[in-house]
């Protein structure tokens, strides 16, 4: 029984430690990401931010369309700089009802070098932790288009 308790003790302690260190790694990459459900042609689309590199990616629910991608050189420090990851990791892994109704979803996802955690919710309706950089996202998002 001890062994047990021991054995349940330092798992417990494994896993508080992998939440400590989400919230102080260094971020390698962030995605962002819409969504809606009920729509034909280019439906889903994923901004990611990695190596200085903002690539876009166009995804159409019409099998016949080819996806689309574009990309462009930034600075992404300037962003990730930006991600309190104590407030992010706290943030529930859904929020609100993202695409009921059609009313689409949006989504960021942060990746360290041990791992990520994706946070989706209503499109629109940001959750405050992530206000101090989605605009950036977002204006980085348009920016590249359509990628015709």
């Known amino acids: ?33 819409t969504s809606f459900g ?6 889903t689309q994923i901004l990611i931010i990695e190596n200085n590199i903002a690539s876009k990616k166009l995804v ?11 990309s462009r050189s930034i600075n992404s420090s300037e962003i990730f700089s ?9 943030l529930p892994e859904t929020i609100g009802c993202p695409d009921c109704a059609d009313g689409g979803s ?10 990520s955690k994706k946070v989706i919710y209503e499109y629109g309706k940001e959750p405050n932790e992530v206000k101090g950089y989605i605009d950036d996202l977002r ?6 288009g359509t990628c015709e």
């Not at 949006?106 to 791992?115: M, R």
């Not at 204006?139 to 590249?144: A, G, N, R, T």
Request: aromatic share 12%; with cysteine; glycine share 4%.
């Open 1 to 33: 029984m001890k062994l047990i308790s021991i054995a349940f003790v330092f798992f417990a302690v494994a896993l508080s430690n992998c939440q400590d260190d989400f919230r102080t790694l260094e971020i390698t990459k962030i995605k962002y990401g």
């Open 38 to 43: 009920m729509c034909m042609g280019y439906c």
């Open 60 to 70: 159409s629910r019409n099998e016949s369309d080819s996806e689309k991608s574009c």
């Open 82 to 90: 930006q991600v309190n990851r104590e407030r992010f990791n706290d």
């Open 106 to 115: 949006e989504w960021i996802e942060i990746t360290t070098n041990i791992g």
């Open 139 to 144: 204006s980085l998002y348009e920016e590249l």
